[in-house]
């Protein structure tokens, strides 16, 4: 399986919006509402931001959204903080019953 | 609040089997319809999504890795296992265990698992 296609990096001042995109095909990410993102600090385990393209578990920020169009999920960040700068990774469920990552944004809060 | 927290050598020579188990407390791993999984992540690289166990034991596997992992549970120990068998270098990464199938919700804090003579 071949991992969803993210932007290397993304970058955005305080206060400011970011989107970060996430690529796959009909198999993964445009077959199904299972798609979802997670944010990682350095040296820390992920944490699930986003879960079925849309919804937010307890306890995650309202400033973080996802969306998906077709074969593309998004995951969208109002109000960047200092604190969001850290990797972010999709993910999707696949017709093989498998789970596939995207390869991971950087983002870079100016 | 349920709790993961993975264990196993941190050193494997190459050819060897590597096996790591993942531990949960604040839960029953038996209760709620939860699929427990193991991803890795290369030093300075992304997640590889590795595999899952349900608690009934039925099982699914990354395709490039298939041929050579095996994931078991033991609900008496509370407890689900990685067996990756013929290792090499490629297969140093920190190794997480996590909660959910789909969208792994709790994960362990990763242990580093490093293949080398």
């Known amino acids: 399986q071949s991992a969803l296609t993210q932007p290397a990096s993304v970058s955005g001042s305080p206060g400011q919006s970011i989107t970060i995109s996430c690529t796959g095909t009909?198999?993964?990410?445009?077959?199904?509402?299972?798609v979802s993102w997670y944010q990682q600090h350095p040296g820390k385990a992920p944490k699930l931001l986003i879960y079925?393209?849309?919804y937010r578990p307890s306890g995650v920020s309202n400033r973080f959204s996802g969306s998906k169009s077709g074969n593309t999920a998004s995951l969208t960040i109002s109000g960047l903080q200092a604190e969001d700068e850290a990797d972010y990774y999709c993910?999707?469920?696949?017709?093989?019953?498998?789970?596939?990552f995207g390869g991971g944004t950087k983002l870079t809060v100016l | 609040q349920v709790q993961l927290q993975e264990s196993g050598p941190g050193l494997v020579k190459p050819s060897q089997t590597l096996s790591l188990t993942c531990t949960v407390s604040?839960?029953?791993?038996?209760?709620?319809?939860?699929?427990w999984s193991w991803i890795r992540q290369p030093a300075g690289k992304g997640l590889e999504w590795i595999g899952r166990?349900?608690?009934?034991?039925?099982?699914n596997y990354n395709p490039s890795l298939k041929s050579r992992v095996t994931i078991s549970v033991d609900t008496s120990k509370n407890q689900f296992s990685l067996k990756l068998s013929s290792v090499t270098a490629a297969d140093t990464a920190v190794y997480y265990c996590?909660?959910?199938?789909?969208?792994?919700?709790?994960w362990g804090q990763g242990t580093l698992v490093t293949v080398s003579s």
């Open positions: 079925d393209v849309s």
């Open positions: 166990i349900y608690t009934s034991g039925s099982t």
């Open positions: 996590a909660r959910g199938g789909v969208a792994p919700d709790y």
């Open positions: 009909s198999s993964d990410v445009g077959g199904y509402n299972f």
């Open positions: 993910s999707s469920y696949t017709t093989s019953s498998t789970l596939v």
């Open positions: 604040g839960g029953s791993i038996s209760s709620g319809s939860y699929y």
